[in-house]
């Protein structure tokens, strides 16, 4: 990894681009590589801006973020990719992190915690916002009379401890944190993460937390 991190800025209002680059480019190890109005010029100009991490909308014209986002990491999944916006509803939220966000923050955040969140997920971990995670908990809470109903065999096939590591793997928490929470050793949560991803059939965090997304449990 490179010790500047580059960043480019997705969102149809000017002046809250301007006003995010300029707070971003007071940063010693981040550089504003490109900015767009719409996700559909922003897959345009990536081949020429390369950036590690953008900062993208949902709301905007011609291509939305959630469309932008699906794209962008199929064409280069490299990119780390977290959303900002407004939209604080379940359905914006699911569909933003299975497209491959890796973040979902909303705008009325302070710039500490979008500096934080662009550090994060540029090595390489999940953040979402603290707000937008009680969301996520609650689908999660749904998830056993779902998986049920449904008959997901592989997540039915995890036992609760996994099931529990599983939902801290979705927001985001690494092995340390997710040990400490749970009050066990954090080779003990190697170790179930291994199983996870055996049960699951996945082969890494970011997988296992789509998966989830992915299957609706």
Aim: glycine share 6%.
């Amino acid at each position: 990894m490179s010790d500047t991190i580059r960043v480019f800025l997705c969102d149809d209002h000017t002046l809250f681009r301007q006003g995010i680059r300029k707070l971003l480019e007071l940063e010693g190890d981040i550089k504003v590589v490109g900015e767009a109005g719409n996700g559909q010029a922003a897959l345009d100009m990536l081949k020429n801006t390369g950036p590690d991490v953008i900062l993208m909308d949902i709301g905007m014209p011609q291509m939305d973020g959630v469309t932008a986002t699906c794209k962008i990491k199929k064409k280069f999944p490299h990119i780390k990719i977290i959303i900002l916006t407004v939209y604080e509803d379940e359905p914006h939220i699911f569909e933003a992190i299975k497209a491959g966000a890796m973040g979902y923050l909303l705008k009325d955040v302070s710039i500490e915690e979008v500096l934080e969140a662009i550090h994060r997920v540029y090595k390489g971990e999940a953040l979402i916002q603290p707000a937008i995670a009680t969301k996520v908990l609650k689908e999660f809470a749904m998830m056993d009379k779902r998986s049920i109903k449904e008959g997901d065999k592989f997540y039915n096939d995890l036992t609760e401890r996994e099931k529990d590591i599983l939902r801290l793997i979705v927001l985001g928490g690494t092995n340390k944190d997710i040990a400490k929470k749970l009050g066990i050793a954090e080779k003990t949560v190697k170790n179930h993460i291994s199983n996870i991803f055996q049960t699951l059939h996945v082969n890494n965090r970011t997988q296992a937390a789509l998966y989830a997304f992915n299957k609706k449990l």
